[in-house]
């Protein structure tokens, strides 16, 4: 296969730059640092509702594999990816991801008090349940409300279940219209992850490639510049390229990946350039969560 040649080529243990998220590849940028700092900090303080977003791409999916690894047995988790649908939908989702046996007949209170006992015999056990949702932008209004009724389980003082969001930026919008308001008002931590400037594009590279095995000089100043330019600091897209750029440099017999490299990956339109990032900021400078929270 075309990877195994190049990754034998340049002598790296494994591809650097996989597309898949991968814990054991993760560059700890300063927005990733404070993203998951923000994880931590939900969790750590049982608050009921974190939110975290960011642009498709910019790592999102990897810190919450991270974060699952670091918990500790008293945290039960709850991993729902792409869930969709309406009222009740969003429930067998749930049911599903806790392992919590259910039937296609039983009715939404049915299944609810399942939910509910599942909770509460887990708080008794000296644990907590985390339902972490990715690609939560897909999530209905519906949906979204239905999840700030979930937490109604909580009671006094004790928080028997927590909620993380992560989605991409258009999850703040939705969180913040008229209609979720108490929603918003629930969202104690939130945090948007951007996408790295052009010294951390840098860092990233050499970070992937010394991980791999490889030296970290595999690509030249002038081809990192080249691919900051051309991804805008998207991590996926970054792999992307990067890794097309290594079958190019290997099949070449180039030991250094040089711009005319990358100006050749670019002419031959194996990569399509992406459009400015950062959408949600661009249009919405202060959060419009915080001001909605007032």
């Not at 650097?16 to 640092?33: A, N």
Request: one cysteine or more; hydrophobic letters at 40%.
């Amino acid at each position: 296969m075309v990877a195994e040649i190049y990754t034998s080529f340049f002598g790296f243990r494994e591809r650097p730059f996989t597309l898949l998220p991968d814990p054991d590849f993760l560059f700890w940028s300063d927005q990733h640092e404070r993203a998951y700092t923000i994880f931590e900090y939900g969790i750590s303080t049982r608050a009921p509702l974190t939110v975290v977003t960011g642009e498709i791409g910019a790592g999102k999916t990897t810190l919450i594999q991270q974060l699952l690894a670091s918990l500790g047995d008293d945290v039960t988790i709850g991993l729902i990816s792409n869930a969709q649908g309406g009222r009740g939908d969003l429930l067998r989702w749930v049911l599903y991801a806790l392992g919590i046996d259910s039937d296609v007949s039983d009715d939404y209170i049915t299944s609810f008090k399942k939910f509910q006992d599942f909770v509460v015999d887990e708080y008794a056990k000296g644990n907590h349940v985390v339902l972490v949702i990715d690609e939560a932008q897909n999530l209905s209004i519906e949906a979204l409300e239905e999840l700030r009724m979930f937490t109604n389980i909580n009671s006094n003082k004790d928080e028997l279940l927590q909620l993380i969001l992560v989605g991409q930026p258009e999850l703040r919008e939705i969180i913040a219209s008229p209609s979720l308001m108490q929603f918003a008002q629930r969202v104690t931590a939130t945090y948007h992850l951007r996408s790295l400037d052009e010294k951390a594009t840098g860092a990233y590279i050499k970070h992937r490639l010394r991980h791999a095995g490889g030296s970290g000089e595999e690509f030249s100043d002038e081809a990192i510049s080249s691919i900051y330019d051309e991804t805008l600091g998207v991590p996926r897209l970054i792999n992307k390229l990067c890794d097309l750029a290594l079958v190019y440099a290997a099949a070449d017999s180039q030991r250094v990946v040089g711009i005319e490299l990358i100006r050749e990956l670019v002419a031959d339109a194996l990569f399509i350039k992406p459009q400015p990032q950062d959408r949600y900021l661009l249009r919405n400078p202060i959060s419009q969560i915080d001001k909605a929270a007032e």
